[in-house]
Nanobody, 125 residues
């Protein structure tokens, strides 16, 4: 079982920046693919960005492309999400996710990930 410990998040004005961090408890074998999802009230959980071990194959949702950057530190098995030019519509609970395989095909979905963090709130006003 992989534990994911998240940090970061908070409240910021539109146009501002935040950085989220998530550290996995394993050495990467069970968390080869890691990423961030978000869920706003009344909406489904959606993929924001994902990345594989070694920083390979980053994926971004169209809504965050060019504004968010996902990166990964293999030495500490930590994934980061740098969020710039934040908009009110980015307001949501952000969840870190991990899986030994990740999506088989197509955009990531919540069902592709076995392990989840507790979530961290991002509010943009």
């Amino acid at each position: 079982h992989v534990q994911l410990v998240e940090s970061g998040g908070g409240s910021v004005q539109a146009g501002g920046s935040l950085r989220l961090s998530c550290t996995a408890s394993d050495d990467g074998y069970s968390s080869a693919c890691m990423g961030w999802f978000r869920q706003a009230p009344g909406k489904e959980r959606e993929a924001v960005a994902t990345i594989y071990w070694g920083g390979l194959s980053p994926y971004y949702a169209d809504s965050v492309q060019g504004r968010f950057t996902i990166s990964r530190d293999s030495a500490t098995n930590t994934v980061y999400l740098e969020m710039n030019s934040l908009r009110p519509e980015d307001t949501a609970m952000y969840y870190c996710a991990a899986d030994s395989v990740g999506p088989a095909a197509g955009p990531p979905t919540a069902g592709d990930f076995a392990y989840w963090g507790q979530g961290t709130q991002v509010t943009v006003s």
